[in-house]
DNA sequence: ATAATATATGCAGAGTTTTGAATATACGAT
DNA sequence: ATCGTATATTCAAAACTCTGCATATATTAT
């Protein structure tokens, strides 16, 4: 019976405290996504999306995967489902209301060129 | 259906994301404590224990109840266990072991003086 | 009143994180 | 080979966090 490691623990909570990143994470709940996606869903440059990519990447919390000339990011594991459902689905006593997820399409990926043919044929 | 306060619960996980805060809700989960415990179970100075438990308080995390000279902190409520719970017992994929919490007396607070005169009376 | 004890607050230097900007790589198309 | 597109890396300045130290407050005991 050991103790919880404070530090490992401490430094993973880091990574997670941050806006931009907890956005990434609840984006990637629903599906995976390129980096152009999350740079639209964002609004930010695209080097600074690939640096919060990079920090949940190494944190353990995504992965990547190469799809042509597109990488596309997902959630690692279900484990990190229930964390983010944990931590974005019931707002602690504070603020914050309860669900409703961030929608986006709109860039000029694979994917949403599927998506938006099949909606938008002639 | 609003979407999460990402600022808001940055901030939250902010205040967890640090060693020693996270020991001293680990070991609030198991009973409220007051400051001179756990200045004597981090053994660190007392104003930087109180430091910590301001941060702690002002995220809403603690709770303090003044009893004669002591200050007696708590976990907020029940919500807090859970959410301790899930980061402090199953550690994701990370590290560090499962259970197993700190254990310490030994100050000069009402509360240790009972426990030591129970079991050490001559 | 005065002293002693328990806890809180303020402040500052060291260290770390954040973010923007420039640049690099990798790959597919021409 | 060259170009264009998607993504990654590097670097540095500003902002913020951490922690130690000095000091303040509040309560009880003498």
Redesign the interface.
């Known amino acids: 019976?050991?103790?919880?490691?404070?530090?490992?623990?401490?430094?993973?909570?880091?990574v997670?405290?941050?806006?931009?990143r907890?956005?990434i994470l609840?984006a990637l709940r629903r599906d995976a996504e390129c980096v152009c996606h999350l740079e639209t869903l964002l609004e930010k440059p695209q080097p600074y999306v690939s640096q919060q990519l990079r920090l949940l990447r190494e944190a353990?919390f995504i992965q990547d995967e190469k799809e042509g000339q597109n990488v596309y990011y997902r959630l690692?594991?279900d484990?990190?489902q229930?964390?983010l459902g944990?931590?974005?689905?019931?707002?602690?006593?504070?603020?914050?209301?309860?669900?409703?997820?961030?929608q986006l399409v709109n860039c000029a990926c694979p994917k949403c060129a599927r998506t938006v043919t099949a909606l938008d044929v002639t």
Not at 1 to 14: A, D, R, W
Not at 86 to 102: K, S, V, Y
């Open positions: 019976m050991s103790v919880p490691n404070y530090e490992q623990i401490g430094n993973q909570l880091k997670l405290a941050h806006p931009v907890l956005r609840d353990g690692m594991n484990e990190v229930s964390w944990a931590i974005l689905d019931d707002p602690q006593d504070l603020t914050a209301g309860p669900l409703g997820h961030t």
